[in-house]
């Protein structure tokens, strides 16, 4: 039988802790595992980046919408590279401008403008139908018209992520919709 001094030494003179080569191991297995987490992560975020992009375009398109009913004059949205001018070419990543067209000659004057859209992470793609390319507008009705047409859907993707695509649809009646849409920009 050991005695309690004997129990003691033993303890300290034996180490307690982990090896290097455990430690190691742990690294390795700690590192395994966050190189299969991030991929996920990288889905998670972009399926976000683009939910934030067509929420906020939809909410945009609404709001014109509801201004154009209020105010009882035609609102316009389009697209815009320097924030101050509508621009023809079609590219709405960029941002966007809305404004009560007062003067009715389809350009925003300075106090005309009601609000503008933040310019897309550079990883997101917003494409324009041909419809609504260079321009849509709300009527005090709430009926939509763009620069080629009446109706028409924007999509919205993200490099490969196309399972996350997003499709704000805008209907003849002014109506805008959001969906996430897959494959809606190629597979």
């Not at 297995?29 to 399926?47: G, H």
């Not at 906020?56 to 697209?79: D, M, Q």
């Not at 009715?104 to 933040?118: K, R």
């Not at 649809?169 to 109506?175: E, I, K, L």
Request: net charge positive; with cysteine.
């Amino acid at each position: 039988m050991k005695s309690a001094r004997g129990a003691i030494a033993a303890r300290i003179g034996h180490a307690s802790g982990l090896t290097i080569i455990e430690l190691m191991v742990a690294l390795v297995v700690a590192a395994i595992v966050l190189s299969l987490a991030m991929p996920s992560f990288e889905r998670v975020k972009r399926n976000a980046m683009l939910g934030t992009a067509a929420a906020n375009l939809s909410a945009s398109l609404s709001h014109a919408r509801a201004e154009a009913i209020k105010a009882r004059r035609i609102v316009r949205v389009c697209p815009t590279e320097n924030g101050s001018s509508c621009s023809a070419t079609g590219t709405w990543n960029a941002g966007w401008l809305m404004f009560v067209d007062i003067d009715s000659n389809g350009l925003p004057a300075a106090d005309e403008l009601l609000q503008l859209g933040e310019a897309l992470d550079s990883r997101i793609a917003l494409t324009a139908p041909a419809n609504f390319s260079n321009w849509i507008q709300f009527h005090p009705s709430g009926a939509a018209t763009g620069s080629g047409g009446n109706s028409g859907s924007f999509s919205l993707c993200s490099g490969d992520y196309h399972e996350y695509s997003r499709l704000v649809a805008v209907s003849a009646t002014g109506r805008v919709t959001t969906k996430k849409q897959a494959n809606l920009c190629g597979a």
